[in-house]
């Protein structure tokens, strides 16, 4: 397998020659391509070294005419002769190159003439991350279909703590195999029907409640049923995400606009997974002015939303349908009963007290409660590793219960 590490100019420079050995170690054949200012950080020797192939350093810097003319068309040669491009660090002027179209050195020509895959591994200081332009190219980069190995947060070389840190080597590595992988089609006829992220229910015109839900579970969900081949629709509460490639998007704020929602997708589904955290309570008739303070005490009288997951349940037919539990103690218990009362066939339970897994973070550990089979404990992995679990268990569980209507 032939792949290209890109280089951007950055401290985490030093860090893509440990996930050039990486990718070595995986089986991969791997061809560095360094920025100018990559090669400020480290020697494009050290990779020389590391992958036993020369690094590509610039488009015509330093050659002679003859050297240009034939070297010309190297980018192309590139492009064609591997299977996945990898930027890491990708730094903000990088990211803001790719998502203009410019190609002004070898890494970014080589990424416009590149019709593969692409995977990108961003790193720079926090402020510069949360930056809207930086946080506006990544979405549209995500939506042309390339794939971020979003930073860590944590201490940065600026001395700053936050978003930022070049992800793991070994993540990356993990990322660019399992996109050199041969898709599992095992999707394909399935029309899978997702919710996700949080709602939020209108106290007046500009005040709500809601929850920490990020819909990262339900995104990674989608966007895995999607490539293994099934028409996938996700109804998504208000989250900070953008839309996994080829997959149709229904934005929704409230329970209620996400049971409306629901219920329209419901005819096509064969498979229905309800990940959103849906806010439980609202506030019936929310004034259409804005509430104004007062020295007293007050309160608010809510009312219980639609139990989308429920309704759901008992008009399902022989769809698939998997909720999500989300709790603080009692998991295995809770989530037996939220499949009994709800009629689901799975519920997928987690411990949301839990420090980094769960609501906001990218990681997550799960057990499944499964109709007719006992609990499965999924351990701690990537929110994308944990959608892979649960799609893989749906398409067997599907087959089990199937095997038991027939017999
Ligand atoms: N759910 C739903 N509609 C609601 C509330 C929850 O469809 N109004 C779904 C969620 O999408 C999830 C499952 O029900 O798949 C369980 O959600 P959770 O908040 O864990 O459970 P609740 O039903 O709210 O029960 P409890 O508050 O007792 O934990």
């Known amino acids: 397998m032939n792949v290209v590490v890109g280089v951007g100019g950055g401290i985490a420079a030093y860090k893509a020659a440990e996930l050039a050995r990486a990718l070595g170690e995986r089986g991969c054949a791997v061809n560095t391509v360094m920025t100018r200012s990559a090669q400020e950080f480290v020697r494009p020797l050290t990779f020389a070294a590391l992958t036993g192939r020369k690094v590509i350093t610039d ?8 050297e240009v003319l034939a070297s010309s068309v190297e980018h192309i040669r590139v ?46 200081n926090a402020q510069m991350w949360n930056h809207p332009a930086t946080q506006a190219n990544l979405a549209l980069l995500k939506a042309r279909g390339v794939e ?24 990356i590595a993990e990322r660019a195999l399992a996109l050199l992988a041969p898709a599992r089609r095992d999707f394909e006829g399935e029309t899978v029907l997702i919710t996700a992220g949080p709602t939020q229910e209108a106290l007046d015109p500009v005040r709500f409640i809601s929850n920490r839900s990020s819909g990262k579970m339900g995104y990674a969900l989608a966007e895995d049923a999607a490539r293994r081949g099934a028409r996938v629709v996700l ?45 439980d309570y609202y506030l019936e008739n929310a004034p259409p002015q804005k509430m104004k303070k007062a020295a007293m005490r007050m309160s608010i009288e809510l009312s219980p ?22 709790e603080t103690q009692n998991l295995a218990a809770e989530a037996r009963r939220k499949l009994e009362t709800k009629n689901a066939d799975m519920i997928v339970g987690n411990l949301v007290s839990q420090e980094g897994v769960g609501l906001e973070s990218d990681m997550n550990e799960v057990i499944l409660v499964r109709r007719g089979a006992d609990p499965l404990a ?23 219960l199937h095997a038991v209507t027939r017999s």
Do not use: W
């Open 305 to 326: 939303t639609p139990d989308i997951l429920a309704e759901v349940g008992r008009i399902k037919g022989d769809r698939l349908l998997i909720g999500f539990a989300a």
């Open 148 to 171: 971020v190995v979003e930073p860590g947060s944590g201490p940065l070389a600026c001395g700053e703590v936050g978003a930022g840190r070049l992800a793991e080597p070994g993540l």
């Open 235 to 279: 109804v998504s509460g208000p989250v900070n995400l953008a839309a996994p490639a080829g997959v149709e998007i229904v934005h929704v704020r409230s329970a209620a606009d996400m049971r409306n929602a629901v219920l329209e997708q419901l005819t096509a589904a064969t498979m229905v997974i309800k990940s959103a955290a849906v806010a």
């Open 79 to 124: 492009a064609r002769e591997n299977q996945l491009l990898i930027v890491a660090p990708a730094t903000a002027d990088l990211l803001a190159r790719f998502a203009n179209g410019l190609a002004d050195d070898f890494l970014t020509t080589l990424y416009l003439a590149f019709s593969g895959p692409v995977l990108i591994a961003p790193a720079m």
């Open 378 to 400: 999924l351990p701690k992995a990537t929110k994308r590793q944990i959608a892979t679990q649960i799609l893989d268990e749906a398409l067997r569980l599907r087959l089990a």
């Open 59 to 66: 488009l015509f810097a330093d050659r002679s005419a003859d």
